[in-house]
């Protein structure tokens, strides 16, 4: 049996120990009160969380300590860069956990940090009450918060609450009888003094300094609208300009959108440009596909000539922003074999052993009209640097919202310096990530800067997919760093089930995307019902990605009506922006989906019916949530048709209902509780 | 409109360049290849994940790259302090998720971390024989390939693999046809030899190197018994001795334990002795609760003197260790008000504003026959080294398994800190946390250095309980660094359950602590389903803990021949061991948990049927998890009954089974699919 050197007194005279050992022991000793799992904490610190400015951002960790002693905590925050921390409490939600909300007014990186203590007047207080409720003697407790108040008001010496606490000390030493001192200790006055002033024993820190990036308002909630400008002309035999686009204005302006999208404007190359649907000749007045980027008239820092001047573009962005739209631009890094770069910069292209330079490809599938950068090799920095001032030179110009093109074929690492690199010197810009690829690769993306991200919504169609989808995307870590737009098409989408679905399938898709997402987006032809496919294909025949298009967007059977509707409620409702506050309920029936939305500090609380089955009626049960107001199951409450306006009353927790594809395919309610502003 | 000074020309002067931001760039752009979500990181790196020596230990992470190259992964490992690490390649799973075997063969800290790089020769592979079998000319990629061997055999000169590479290149070069060339290429010799020395381009590592515990097979696996050793002489008017409990040894390891483990062995206190029943007045020869530690004939760091003499207790050691029990000491931090520190060490207490000592409360709840130590103020270090030299001390004495008393109500800082000192020292040391709180007191427990945890087990009785519970401890992250210890019951625990269940469940409680989890326990009294309680409590009538008792194992309706077949099968199947192999299955009834589990390495696959309810039989269907063996739903599958040993056929998927709880409340298959080991 091996034996240690250990006496049967088993103390080791202290100054043996070795000074690594102490010094780790000190260390450790520090964060007695546990601070862990906070929610904004992504990959261990590794990432910054997101957040909106002026909007309410609720920080929660778990937080507790040894034995039963009462603890308390707090965030610490600042913007990055300033001295002052700021303060705000946290308070005890449920199982060990800690909510604390802040509210940030900047733009731009922030960090903050929590901190927990033990909190020994208010175990006092605690176990005190509880010796007085059972008639236990409490003459030495007493002593003992006599105690805990002078040395609280000893070390609040020269602090702001130091007089508070010497009055209470003053009081104290006033009196004799234990009876007396109670009631000054247990009186409100010192239970607030000794909270805000009180020794904080065991101030405990947690580990990590985190970093919150705080965006604008429409990093979070937008509604976007895409369009091609060189199919704004109304004519088929004329280039569309920004002027024509500028003429548009007030259509999109009249549909309630936020932001107008344009795939790329600069120049297209000539080299194996494609022709209409995707054919790969293309005749001398093919305009081929904008994302084919470079010509001899410059590449991604220029204008395509037939859209207009850098001047008319000036005039596009003025006006937009006048009507209260935002201009974003697409980012998309590819080049055509035409594009200046390619002489200007052969390292950072790959060359085949022939020398000609290598096309994209997917083998054996080849593009032969688009050429990729890599990132590597000689291409650091100056490919890097190149890119990072594509995007600055356009912030000259005016554009704050970039939606990038493919980001999942492109470094992380890329990504992640440029957008940090761009944020820090211009926090308003917004960068939406269009990547349709796998989900661990979308949410890395989100996770390195991307402010918004297109989904799956697209291919999210029944009720059991949307809850799943949506209850991910709402509950899950990834709320913290990833902000869904869900378009309902793309110029690269065409959904299969808008193929087949007719008229009352768009109404369901719009309302669907416009109410459970915070940003959602429309591509133009939606609201026409446009949907002819190249056969079996997700793809638009005759799509606009490779020939001028006319619109007639006020024929008959358009949903302007609904998308002005939902764009309206959008901005009225303040549950419409409260996105992960989704709640789904039940419906019993798998064609309607039915949730809601609430908004706390407004109390407006709107609920959704919508009808996924484009074909047929439903009448179904539901349920009202009024176990959400603290209702029983037979009260009544107050019920706001948010489509007509109108009020009347549900009684009871069951209700019924018809939704008709034909008449229209969804309800919106508002809820007003008993005692709610109306 | 606010204008940068970027020109048309995009593109700024290198040189402009900040330091700072090029390095950061740099820095970044090292990790092109994503690793993250790795399976054994602990709050970001913040503690160690937990593995068991001489089993494989499967290591996760998501991994995946920009874009579609072909990536690869390996494991990187070795015993903190060595200098050589070794390598364990990874597996793509699905779903970007990688996964690698080590296998550690010596206990202690150890470290690892994960690399990834772009295998830019698997990438040129796959798309060269997709862009073949498309009947495309390859010519100038044979010649890329031919480039790719070429650079890995340069980059190879001096290694192991310069010769292999020098080998094909030499043959590359004696053939000038591409078809030629391309063979080479192609042929698995040429693959093998560029996976394994091939180039790792965008050579990428896990952001933080991580460490993981090795700890013995008892840690993982391990039947314990309780006993006290002052009840061990079989005659109430004789006060127990070791010299009993190594009588007692044969019985111990014919049931088939492990650990052999006692409540606390040191001079129990006279002030406020507890007597029968937990009453606050003991008579004369009332022998008090053990855990009133210290009296005049010392602390810790003293046996009781009733129970014998150091040599004693060494004989028990080496009987036990002779019969292959460890035995296990309780570790129980509180002191008797008689405790030799109380005096030598009165800043390691509480005192009252009167000079008494502070007792342990629980306001209104005193119990003033135990006061704790404080770990603070003055404590610091003292205590903290006192504490831990006990533990030294014990071991010392041959003891390497410590049931540790309410660790909860001590300092995480405190634990994590000693047990690091112990285990760095001797890593074949148990720390069992009997921590019976709040689930993230118990978790944090476990990831500050607990061995194992006991449970809620005691507490969990119905189906969904159970299946609920083993699912979070099997699947959540707590798999990495908790390990549940299932007890069915303990001196402090005479479960609610139990009390009217009869022997049926015990034999139950019994079969599914002994399936479900690695280690279990039980305390001496169950396996003669002693359940007489404090009326309306779940403590034991005339416990133990206050009053020796005699006991007979052997009277009527023992179920030692259910402890010895459940403790027997844990022995012999290696299916037992593999804890986080569970799976529950589908049996159409709620009284009857159907589970499995099984071994990769042997096969082994073993399935059990337990019956909830102790008063009814029940008769049920379920389902043989034929699909597990990749079988259709119609096929036979051999099947021995591990009670009785007999063989069979099952054919299809359905089965009826019944249970009857005064036969035999479970059955227990081992599943021998065709083509297994017999």
Redesign the interface.
């Known amino acids: 049996?091996?034996?240690?050197?250990?006496s049967?007194?088993?103390?080791?005279p202290?100054t043996d120990?070795p000074d690594a050992?102490?010094a780790?022991?000190?260390e450790?000793?520090?964060?007695?009160v546990?601070i862990?799992?906070v929610s904004h904490?992504i990959?261990?610190?590794?990432f910054p969380a997101k957040a909106v400015v002026g909007e309410d951002c609720v920080i929660e960790a778990?937080i507790?300590?040894?034995?039963?002693d009462v603890i308390n905590a707090a965030i610490e925050w600042r913007c990055r860069g300033d001295e002052m921390w700021h303060t705000a409490p946290m308070r005890f939600v449920d199982?060990?956990r800690w909510a604390g909300t802040v509210r940030f007014e900047r733009l731009g990186s922030h960090e903050f940090t929590i901190i927990a203590w033990r909190d020994l007047f208010a175990t006092w207080l605690?176990?005190?009450e509880?010796?007085i409720?059972?008639g236990?003697d409490v003459s030495?407790e007493t002593?003992?918060g006599d105690?805990l108040v002078e040395a609280a008001a000893e070390q609040a010496a020269g602090s702001e609450h130091e007089p508070a606490l010497q009055a209470i000390v003053k009081s104290l030493n006033s009196v004799s009888e234990t009876t007396h001192k109670l009631t000054i200790l247990l009186a409100p006055e010192t239970r607030r003094c000794m909270r805000k002033a009180g020794p904080r024993t065991?101030l405990s820190r947690c580990?990590?300094t985190l970093e919150i990036w705080v965006e604008p308002q429409i990093a979070g909630f937008g509604a976007w609208y895409e369009l091609m400008p060189r199919s704004q002309s109304g004519d088929m035999s004329r280039h569309g300009t920004f002027d024509d686009v500028i003429a548009r204005l007030p259509y999109v302006k009249n549909l309630g959108f936020d932001v107008l999208y344009f795939p790329p404007i600069h120049p297209i190359g000539r080299t194996n440009r494609k022709g209409p649907n995707n054919s790969l000749t293309a005749g001398p007045n093919d305009p081929g596909s904008p994302y084919a980027i470079g010509s001899e008239d410059?590449g991604?820092?220029?204008i395509h000539p037939e859209l207009g001047t850098f001047e008319d573009f000036?005039r596009l962005?003025?006006a937009a922003r006048a009507e209260g739209i935002l201009i974003a631009l697409d980012f998309a890094i590819q080049c055509s074999p035409d594009h200046p770069w390619i002489k200007e910069h052969p390292e950072w292209f790959d060359w085949?052993?022939?020398g000609t330079i290598k096309f994209a490809?997917?083998?054996?599938k080849k593009y032969e009209d688009i050429v990729n950068v890599h990132f590597?090799r000689e291409a650091?920095?100056?490919l890097?640097?190149?890119l990072r001032?594509?995007v600055?030179?356009w912030?000259?110009?005016?554009v704050t919202i970039f939606r990038v093109d493919n980001p999942?074929?492109?470094?992380?690492?890329?990504w992640?310096?440029m957008i940090?690199?761009v944020k820090t010197q211009h926090p308003e810009v917004v960068f939406l990530s269009e990547a349709f690829t796998?989900?661990?690769?979308m949410k890395?993306l989100a996770k390195v800067g991307f402010t918004q991200s297109y989904t799956y919504y697209t291919w999210r169609n029944t009720k059991q997919e949307l809850t799943e989808y949506l209850t991910e995307l709402t509950t899950e870590e990834c709320r913290y760093y990833m902000r869904p737009n869900f378009f309902v098409n793309t110029p690269d989408i065409n959904p299969y089930f808008l193929q087949t679905s007719g008229r009352p399938g768009f109404r369901t898709r719009l309302v669907l995307a416009a109410t459970l997402s915070g940003s959602y987006g429309i591509y133009n032809g939606y609201e026409i019902c446009e949907a002819a496919p190249v056969p079996g294909k997700e793809e638009y025949l005759d799509s606009e990605k490779y020939q001028l298009r006319v619109w007639d967007m006020d024929q008959q059977g358009n949903i302007q009506d609904d998308i002005r509707l939902v764009n309206r409620l959008r901005r009225e409702q303040p549950a419409m922006k409260a996105f992960t506050s989704l709640r789904f309920y039940n419906a019993w029936n798998d064609q309607v989906l039915y949730y809601a939305k609430n908004d706390k500090a407004s109390g407006d609380f709107v609920l959704f019916h919508v009808l996924l089955d484009p074909q047929n009626s439903q009448e179904f049960d539901f349920e009202i949530p009024l176990w959400e107001f603290g209702l029983p199951d037979d009260a009544s409450i107050e019920v706001q048709d948010l489509i007509h306006g109108n009020h009347f009353t549900w009684h009871g927790k069951s209700q019924r209902l018809n939704l008709d594809p034909n008449q229209r395919p969804y309800a919106i309610w508002r809820l007003i509780p008993p005692g709610a502003h109306r």
């Open positions: 049996m091996a034996r240690i050197s250990a049967k007194k088993s103390r080791l202290i120990v050992a102490d780790a022991l000190r450790l000793a520090q964060t007695r546990v862990e799992n904490e990959d261990g610190g590794r778990d507790f300590s040894d034995g039963h199982n060990d605690r176990d005190t509880k010796k409720n059972a236990q030495l002593i003992e105690h065991n580990m990590r410059g991604h820092d220029a000036h962005v003025e085949r052993p022939d490809e997917n083998p054996p590597y650091i920095p100056g890097w640097y190149a001032d594509i600055l030179f912030i000259g110009h005016g999942h074929t492109k470094p992380f690492p890329f992640e310096w940090r690199e796998r989900p661990k690769v890395r």
